[in-house]
């Protein structure tokens, strides 16, 4: 069975300062990978996938993530936190069926 | 264009009721499933409807729990005779055939059972 971890249910960062949220994964075979932020009072908004190619993926609002299929990991990174990026940070794992896994998600707090 | 829609954005229903979530994916989008998120906990797979395919339904948590996917189109989520641990946000997504691995949220809908 696939599965998703989250490690750290909070995460703090300054304004300005590089951010990770970090996301560790099981799955049979090639993964596929995605990052999702739900926003206060908001849905769930898609931020990037990783399905094949490059092991670094760039997606919206600046944000990237890195792959690295020896750690089994996939961390979401961004150079320069904005406290408009306070949100909750979903990683999830999509078996070749089409079922997803999410992980438990992680809170993301810049402070000004 | 519209997004996927859910209704009702808040349901309060009293224990031993059943209940009926609806979930109206974009337009054209072949792939729908559906979610729970729990105070405090990650998204729960529930169900999960690709075309005209059997639906893979091994996240329902219980025989209480069932979903239909009309006319590839709009889907209900019936929960029957609620209790109180069925208290969640039900969270609706749907895809399409060219970009499956993007799942679009709808804004879910609020069971509070009392």
């Known amino acids: 069975a696939q599965s998703v971890a989250q490690p750290e249910d909070q995460v703090n960062v300054a304004e300005g300062n590089p951010l990770t949220v970090k996301c560790t994964y099981s799955?049979?075979?090639?993964?596929?990978l995605f990052w999702y932020v739900q926003y206060p009072n908001r849905g769930l908004q898609f931020l990037l996938k990783y399905i094949t190619g490059d092991n670094l993926v760039k997606g919206s609002y600046g944000f990237e993530a890195e792959f690295n299929k020896s750690q089994t990991s996939f961390h979401l990174k961004k150079p320069s936190a904005l406290v408009s990026d306070s949100a909750l940070y979903f990683c999830?794992?999509?078996?070749?069926?089409?079922?997803?896994?999410f992980g438990d998600g992680t809170t993301l707090t810049v402070k000004p | 264009g519209a997004g996927v829609s859910q209704s009702p954005s808040n349901k309060v229903t009293e224990k031993g009721k059943d209940v009926e979530l609806r979930c109206d994916p974009i337009s054209g989008h072949t792939a729908l499933y559906w979610y729970r998120q729990s105070l405090g906990q990650g998204l729960e797979f529930l169900i999960y409807f690709q075309g005209n395919s059997a639906p893979d339904k091994s996240g329902l948590p219980s025989d209480r729990f069932s979903a239909e996917r009309t006319g590839g189109s709009v889907s209900t989520l019936t929960i029957q005779r609620t209790q109180q641990e069925d208290s969640a946000v039900y969270l609706c997504a749907s895809s399409s055939r060219d970009r499956v691995f993007e799942q679009y949220f709808g804004p879910g809908t609020r069971l509070t059972v009392t």
């Open positions: 999830a794992v999509r078996d070749r069926a089409g079922k997803s896994t």
């Open positions: 799955v049979s075979g090639n993964p596929y």
